[in-house]
Each structure stands twice: as C-alpha cells, then as structure tokens.
C-alpha cells in the first residue's frame, strides 16, 4: 500500500498505476473464482449422484433464518462498501471511515452468525473428521433421515469446506479493511487517490458473490 | 439497490423440489449480476475489465461443464445406468 | 529514429549486481532482475535434485530385477522425480528466471507492475520446496506425481500431506507470476509498442501466464480436498464412502494439462527469439505465431480427458477429448512450420544458443507427432501407462522445455551477467546432451510399445537391452547437464566482457548495458517499428554507435 499519493517507482503515473492495480485486482478474482469452481464442481457432481441425501441434509440440519439474515447481512455489507469507495472518490472521508468500520462490523456479525451455526452442528453431531454421527440421536424425526449416513457426511465435508474457506476469505477481507481504515482515519486517501479503497471493495463483493451461490446450493436443496 | 437485498432474498420459500433450486439459482445469478455490474463497476468499466469477468466466467464453465458432461454422457454409447456409485454401508 | 543514444565513454559502471553486495539487499531486493536470479539459483538446485532421483532410477532398471532399492523405495524416487522436475523446476522455469529478468526490458518498462509480489512469489517457491524438500527426506511420497485417490488420501503410508501442501503453497507463486506478467504486458509497454510489435517471447509468456491464472487454482483447490481426506478421514473420493476417484482425476488433469503447455509455450517464445536472431532474418509468419500461443492457450484447457481415457470416463467425452487433443497439435505444428520457414534462406549461424533451438524443434516436433498418436483412442489404450508415454512427455519436457531453458540461459547469459560464457565448450555441451537425450529416451519408445510398463521397478530380462542403452543414454545427459553448469559459473570472472548487444539482436533488452542498471533504462525507448528487424541497417531503436565502438 502507498503514502498519500504516492507513485510506485516503476509507474508513469498515478493512472497507469490504477488500471494496473484493478486489473491486477480483477485477474486474483479471477483465480479465487476458479478457485471456489474446483470445489464447487466436486459439489455440484455429488449433489448429482446423491440428490436424495444432499436434499436430506440441507432441509432437516441447515438453518434457513440464520442462512436468509447472513445473506442479508452480507449483501448490506457490499451495499457499505459500494458506499465507502463512493464516499472516497468524492474526498468524503469521515463518511468513507463510517462505510468502512460498518463493513467490518457487518462482517463480524456474519462470521458470529456463522460460529453459532457450527457450534449448533457440532452439537447435534454432525461435523465429519471430529464427531459425525448419524442420524443424530436427538432428531424429532427421525423417521424422515432414510438417506445414506455416507452420503449425508459427503454433503457435510463440503458444507464445512466451503463455508469455512469462505469465512477465511472474510476473516483475510476484514483485516484488509482494517488496514484500510486505518489509512483512511490518517487521511491517505483523496479524490485522486483512493484505489486501494475500491480494489479493496473489489475483492470483498467477491466474497459476497461466493456467498450468494454458496446460500442457495447449502441450504436451499429440498 | 437496498431494495435488492430485501425483495430477493425474502422469495426462497420452499417450492416443490426440482424447480426450486432452478429457481433459487435464478435468483442468485440476477443477485450476482447486479453486484458486479453496479457494486463492482463492471458496467462503466473498460473493455479488458468485461474480459477479465468474461473469461473466469467462460474458464468455471469449462470446468465444471465438461466435468458434468463425463458423468452425464456415460450411459450413452455404453449402456451403462448413470450416476452409479454406491458405497458400502457403514 | 531513436531515443537512446550510446555513448561508450559515458557507460556507468554501476549495474543492478553491483549498486549493493548484502545479502539482505538481494532477500529484500524487489528488483525483478534480481528475482529472476534468485529463482534461478532455487531452480537450478531443484534440477540437479530431480536430477539425483532420476539417476538411481536409471541405475536400477538397468537390470530386470529389483536389486538396487527396494519396490517402495522405487515407488518414492519416481514420485520425487516428477514432483520436484514438474512443480519446483520446469513450471517455473523460464516464467520465473528468464520472464522476470527480461520482460520488463523487453517491455521498455522499470520494473514488472507489482514487484513486491515478485519477491513474496519467490518466497513462497521456497516455502512450498522446503516443504516439499522435507517430505522428501523424512519418508518420501509414493503415490506418483499424480497423486491418484484413494491411494493418495487413504491407503498410502507417505508424507502425503505434506508433499501436496508443499505443491498447494508453490502454486501461489506461480499465479502471482502469471498475474504479474499479465498486467505488466496490458499496462506497461513502451511508448509505441504496440500489441502487433511485440516480441514473440512475450506473447508466448502471456499465454503462459493465463494458463497459470486460470488453472493453477483448480489443482490447488484439489491437493486440498486430498489434505482435508486425509487429515480427517473424509470419504470425499474414497468410492467406500460414496467419493468418485476419477472426479479428482478430472480437477487433477484440468490443471495438469495446461500445465504442460505452461512448462512447453514459453520454450516456444524461447526459439522464436533465437531462430531469428541466428539466422538474421524477421520471423516468418508472426501473427499466427502469436496467435497460435493464444490458441494453445485456450484450447489446452478442453484437452484434459485424454489423460483418462481408460478411466471409465464417458465414452463419448473420450470421443471429443480425442478430437479436441488433435487440434491442439495445429497451432504447435504451425509454430515449427514459421520457424523452419524462417530459417529458409537465412544466414544462419550455430552458435549455442540456436544449437539448442535446433535440438528443440527437432525433438519437440517428434514427441509432438507421438502426442498424437497417443490422442488416438485406440493406441493410448495400448500404450497408456506404459514407457510409450514416459518417452513421449520427456521428448517434450526434456528435449523441448529443457534445451530451450538451456537455449535461453545462453542467450540472455550475457544481458544478465555482462559475461560471454566459452562458446567451444557450450557447443561442445550441446552436442552431448542432444546425443545423451536421444539415447536415454528413444529406446523407452519402444519399450512402451513392446509392453513395458512405467512405475515398475522390475521388469521382464527381455527388455533389458533397451533399459541399459537407456541408462547409458543418462549417464551422458548427465554429464552433458554438469558442463554447462561449470563454465557458466567460471564465466562470471573470466567471461569476455560481453557489451551491450554482442548478437547484435533486436528487441528493447539489447539496447541497455549488460548487465543493466537497476532502473533498466537511463531513458523509456520510444519503438517505432516491428521487431525482428534484421534486414535493416539500423532497427528502428538501436542506439547510435560510433563507428569502431566497441559491440
């Protein structure tokens, strides 16, 4: 990250060092999304071959409420950071300062949401690798889990896949966006230099996209 | 835009089986688009951005169409029934 | 018309080797030539690395039974050999040695666009080796390089975790390379150079670069999954837990195709350089070679399938793999048809660097033609698994990117250095690793095809005459491997001076001091024609030389 204003040694000028920055932005994007793909595919194939089961899993143990507010919760947090790069490239910073730490707070919200979903699971015995035991011994009923137990821990390890890499991605973007306010609050960025902000922004609606496929193929399979 | 966020994500109850994750998908791809079009300022943007977007796109595609496209095509010259794996009981 | 002009009284003496001589200076520089250095020191280390390996191999199938090591043993040395050859040598190789030092000079640009990615990219290289370095010595890893489930995540006893963390932290460099290269070439080129002015080199590295964008993270994603398998037991392509192991295969070899056209393409830019510069003359046909990288590119990335077709894939996917691995071939046979047709009528000279160009397009060429045959379903039935295949990608790795590694280290030797390394002895090196080559892989084609197997330790005494001609071949390859390594190092105090041009090459690298001064440039070149010029008395950006000055 640069000072105020700061041009890097090998640009021309503040603008050729911002289209190389997006575009370098764009491109990592571009990897995580093949990233996110190589799992996804495995997932979308098993979700295939075991429809019955993955469908099981995702209507009697995944919590639509707490799945439906995370998404809300994580779409209003890309709402603040559209918000934040508007309030920078017009040199409003306390308001961009305000956009940012609501961002992290959002963020946080969502990863306490998501703890509390784990913890849930690993209550009810359903964590592949530590305690998966099914069917669960505490299920009002019981009579609907006629799924295969293998098929449902499948369902399982990509569900803690996934969402924890993605919580990952959220953890790394909330200290980016530390780190952003930060300068912000000393007053580095101005309406001629305020790229870290949006290549910032950039790669936190990123994580909010994965989270948009990821809601619907997790909890929304009946 | 606020608007999105509520009006979008409130339409996901439960419909029949197959149609509903047609439709949840639907939804999440519209949701997508408008992220990165407005939220991510594709829409303004140069040419190179739109490829850049365009071509994780077209690579994902790649990826998982021809992997699904294996396990789809398997039954058709062989004979064979699809999606077969069974695994043993525990 | 030019900008630069070249005044030999005025050349400063300082250059980017000797403005600081600490050690913190070079593992904190962020100059990319100095990168480019220190991937070369790391990449070289892992050559003779892999290089050990394959040596006890040889030594053991020299004879029919396994005598020398024991079949688990053998199991880990072929393993190693194609985890350290692949992943810590010919990937990298000339993106991360040659592309960093020469891009930027190439490009008329200061530095690459984001430097300190370089210099973390390199860190995490060495991160990922170490790792993988540690696996090796503290029980070795006997899946094969290929990592097939459920061997790999469930049944094999070897540090496989470690191994394919090692190779998931090594890919991050690898995009970091790729993603810097490709931002540099959009945004930094010289003033009028222009997309159709570029060097073939650099086009073939940007196509290099998008496959590593693109398809490094899938197998990243997939050493992954494994790890977690492993680790915590998971069934996700154990078939006894409802996992699919040819589903990892498809995530293994989606990225594991283009992989190779990451490790063949930028050799490709390699010879485009030195074809021209050694015959004198301006390539033939230089929008379809470039286009032919993108095509590569591109189309490497729909091939993968043929890499399973005795998997139970589909066999109507086969079909199209097949059909898709065929096209494939068109833009590589183009590229040998520009260069051969570029010879044509050239004054062609056979210094080091264009024997080996020379021995690539020979080589490639016919391990090329054996790709095809193994794209036809029926023969790679045959012939899969068996040495026909071993013969065939070390035609292409070994004979093609190696040889075309080496042809580039000779070529830009003197740009990196400011030394001319012993021109006889090069030639002389370059002749016995062509001969070295053919006769430790050609017999292996037809040991394939007679029925060999790969992957065994111990074979049939039928077979053993070709297997010692083979391990004979070695033992010259190997020393034709060492001699360079010698007097490159002697070079670097008893070298000629070698001046800024001494091929009298065009391309913008030339028209600096050798070595260059950190900033690259006193001053940004302004390109005003195509490269490869030759014909011309002066290229449209050479310095202006004195006559009698010194080369």
């Known amino acids: ?222 | 835009m606020a608007l999105l966020v509520v009006t979008v994500v409130a339409t996901y109850l439960p419909w029949g089986s197959r149609i509903g994750i047609v439709i949840a998908m639907a939804i999440a791809i519209i949701k997508a688009t408008l992220v990165v079009l407005y939220f991510m300022h594709v829409k303004g943007s140069s040419g190179l951005t739109k490829v850049f977007v365009i071509a994780g796109l077209a690579w994902l595609a790649i990826l998982m169409g021809i992997t699904l496209a294996d396990y789809h095509t398997r039954p058709w010259l062989s004979g064979e029934a699809a999606m077969t794996v069974q695994p043993q009981e525990r | 018309m030019t900008t630069v002009s070249y005044n030999p009284a005025l050349e400063p003496r300082e250059s980017y080797i000797n403005v600081a001589y600490t050690v913190k200076s070079w593992l904190l520089t962020l100059d990319h030539k100095r990168i480019g250095i220190l991937y070369l020191i790391a990449i070289t280390a892992f050559f003779f690395i892999g290089g050990v390996f394959a040596t006890i191999i040889r030594l053991e199938l020299m004879t029919p039974q396994g005598d020398l090591v024991s079949d688990d043993t053998y199991n880990k040395l072929f393993t190693l050999h194609g985890v350290v050859m692949i992943f810590f040598f010919l990937i990298p190789s000339i993106p991360a040695t040659i592309g960093n030092f020469v891009i930027p000079l190439m490009l008329g640009a200061r530095d690459l666009a984001f430097p300190r990615l370089n210099l973390l990219s390199w860190y995490i290289f060495m991160i990922g080796g170490t790792l993988s370095l540690i696996a090796a010595i503290t029980g070795g890893v006997d899946t094969g390089w290929t990592f097939y489930t459920p061997y790999s995540s469930v049944f094999s006893n070897t540090r496989v975790v470690l191994t394919v963390l090692g190779v998931f932290v090594t890919g991050f460099s690898s995009i970091l390379t790729g993603l810097n290269f490709v931002i540099t070439t959009h945004t930094m080129r010289a003033p009028g150079l222009t997309w159709r002015r570029l060097p073939l080199f650099i086009w073939a590295l940007y196509a290099t670069s998008i496959i590593m964008l693109l398809g490094t993270p899938v197998i990243a994603i997939t050493v992954l999954l494994v790890a977690a398998e492993r680790i915590f037991h998971l069934g996700i392509f154990n078939p006894a837990l409802g996992g699919d192991p040819v589903l990892f295969q498809h995530l293994f070899w989606f990225y594991s195709h283009p992989a190779v056209y990451i490790m063949i393409l930028p050799g490709m830019g390699v010879i485009s350089e030195i074809v021209t510069c050694f015959s004198r003359k301006n390539v033939f046909g230089y929008t379809f070679i470039a286009a032919s990288s993108l095509a590569i590119a591109f189309i490497s990335f729909l091939v993968w399938g043929h890499h399973m077709f005795v998997s139970t894939q589909s066999v109507y996917g086969g079909m199209i793999f097949s059909f898709l691995s065929f096209l494939v071939a068109v833009p590589s046979a183009i590229k040998v048809f520009n260069w051969t047709a570029t010879l044509y009528k050239g004054s062609i000279s056979f210094h080091a660097p264009m024997l080996y160009a020379g021995g690539f397009v020979g080589l490639f060429t016919l391990g090329g033609l054996t790709g095809l045959f193994l794209a036809a379903l029926g023969l790679d039935v045959h012939v899969h698994d068996t040495y026909f295949i071993v013969a065939h990608f070390h035609y292409i790795m070994v004979g093609g990117a190696v040889m075309a590694y080496m042809g580039a280290i000779h070529y830009w030797w003197p740009k990196i250095t400011g030394r001319m390394y012993t021109e006889w002895l090069a030639r002389i090196a370059a002749v016995i690793i062509f001969l070295g080559f053919n006769l430790t892989f050609f017999p292996q084609f037809i040991l394939g095809y007679l029925g060999m197997p790969r992957r065994y330790h111990a074979y049939p005494p039928e077979f053993q005459v070709l297997n010692v001609m083979s391990t004979a071949g070695a033992s010259i390859l190997a020393v034709g491997y060492v001699i360079p390594l010698c007097y490159l190092l002697w070079s670097l105090w008893h070298g000629k001076i070698a001046g800024p041009n001494p091929w009298k090459a065009t391309g913008l690298e030339w028209q600096t001091p050798s070595p260059p001064p950190t900033e690259n440039f006193h001053e940004i070149p302004v390109v005003t024609g195509p490269p490869y010029q030759y014909h011309l008395e002066e290229v449209p950006f050479a310095p202006s030389r004195p006559p009698g000055a010194p080369v």
Not at chain 1, 29 to 37: D, K, Q
Not at chain 1, 128 to 153: I, Q
């Open chain 1, 1 to 222: 990250m640069h000072q105020a204003g700061h041009l890097a040694h090998q640009f021309e000028d503040l603008a050729q060092q911002k289209e190389a920055s997006t575009l370098g932005m764009w491109a990592f994007l571009a990897t995580e999304l093949m990233f996110f793909g190589g799992a996804l595919t495995c997932f979308v194939v098993y979700r295939s071959f075991y429809a019955h089961a993955f469908a099981q899993a995702s209507r009697e143990h995944m919590s639509i409420p707490l799945g439906t507010i995370n998404t809300a919760v994580l779409l209003c947090s890309s709402l603040t950071v559209a918000m934040g790069v508007h309030f920078a490239r017009h040199g409003q910073q306390r308001k961009l300062i305000v956009m940012l730490l609501a961002t992290i707070f959002l963020a946080i919200t969502f990863l306490c949401i998501k703890a509390t979903e784990y913890y849930t699971e690993y209550r009810h015995e359903l964590v592949p690798g530590l305690n998966f035991h099914y069917p669960p011994h505490h299920h009002e009923h019981p009579d609907r889990l006629t799924a295969n137990p293998a098929n449902v821990e499948l369902f399982f390890c990509f569900y803690f896949f996934l969402t924890a890499l993605h919580a990952l991605h959220m953890i790394v973007g909330v200290g980016i966006f530390s780190v952003i306010t930060v300068k912000a609050w000393r007053g580095a960025f101005s309406p001629e230099y305020y790229n870290p902000v949006e290549v910032s922004g950039l790669y936190w609606h990123f994580v909010d996209l994965v989270w948009i496929f990821l809601f619907p193929l997790l909890y929304l399979l009946h």
